[in-house]
Every structure is written in C-alpha cells, then in structure tokens.
C-alpha cells in the first residue's frame, strides 16, 4: 500500500493552492515504489517516466521534485555526486541517516536514535516541530581506501 494515497495527496496539493496532476501522482507512485535504500535522481526519474512513454519534461520533473521536497513528501539528499537524489519523507520514527562513500558513491542507510532524540530535544527547547533529520557522513569505504 502506498504510503501516501492519491486521496492525500489531492488534499495536501489543493490546501497549498496546487492542483493534482496525473504527472505529479505518477511521480510519488514511482518514488514510492522504489525498494528500501534506493534514491533518484531527477534525470533517473525523468528517464523512468520517458521509458513508461510519459510525456514529461525535465524542468517539470525538477519543479514537481522541489514542490514535493516543499510539502514535506519528499527528502532531497546531496549524496557524493554532482547533483540531488530523492527519496520518500516517512514519519520521523522510519528516519534514517546516510554514509557516503566519496569515491565510488556507495550510500549505506543507517539509523541512529540518539541523533534524533537530540535532534528533537534542542528544537522542542527552540520552540520547533522537526519535520525530518538528516545526518550525511561522508568518507572511504574498504574497498575504495585499498
């Protein structure tokens, strides 16, 4: 089951003044449907979408990906290469954090409560709600640093 719906989508678009594309709900199933650890970059994204004979252009791709990076839908991560990868938003207790290797790109999903417990303590005493955490490690994996 998608984790968000086509229903809640159509709501959370129309109460920001947006309209509900077939584009935009194509856009969400493909990022919902990819397997645990995996992210897209627009150009992928866009690619899929060519390959399922959409008719879609890449700067619509990169306006639907920021609007729902906007909304909350998504999380936009910069991973070791040159451009942006993304992926779903789950609530915060699904949260995970990323180790990048900066040679060969390998991105490893971890979790770690501890960081977002002091995450969620220091905006709680700032008066904020977190609506994500992310923590990026960058470094060498075995195999690149032999």
């Keep these: ?12 678009l129309h109460s920001r003044g947006y309209r509900a594309t ?18 897209l970059s ?3 994204l866009h690619a899929l979408l060519k390959d399922q004979g959409e008719r879609i252009s890449l700067s ?5 990906l ?3 990076v906007y909304m909350g839908l998504l999380r936009e991560l910069e991973l070791a290469e040159d451009h942006k990868h993304y992926e779903l938003n789950r ?9 990048v290797c900066v040679q060969c790109g390998q991105t490893i999903e971890f979790t770690e409560d501890l960081i977002d417990r002091i995450g969620e303590n220091q905006a709680h005493s700032a008066g904020y709600y977190v609506l ?15």
Aim: net charge negative; aromatic share 6%.
């Design 60 to 64: 619509t791709v990169y306006r639907t």
């Design 91 to 99: 609530p915060l207790r699904d949260h995970h954090h990323h180790l």
């Design 22 to 39: 077939a584009q935009r709900q194509k856009i969400l199933n493909i990022l919902q449907a990819l397997p645990q650890g995996e992210h």
């Design 1 to 12: 089951m998608p984790f968000y719906s086509e229903d809640a989508l159509k709501a959370a």
């Design 42 to 44: 627009a150009e992928d």
């Design 132 to 146: 994500d955490c992310q923590l990026m490690l960058y470094g060498v994996c075995d195999r690149c640093s032999s």
């Design 66 to 68: 920021h609007l729902m």
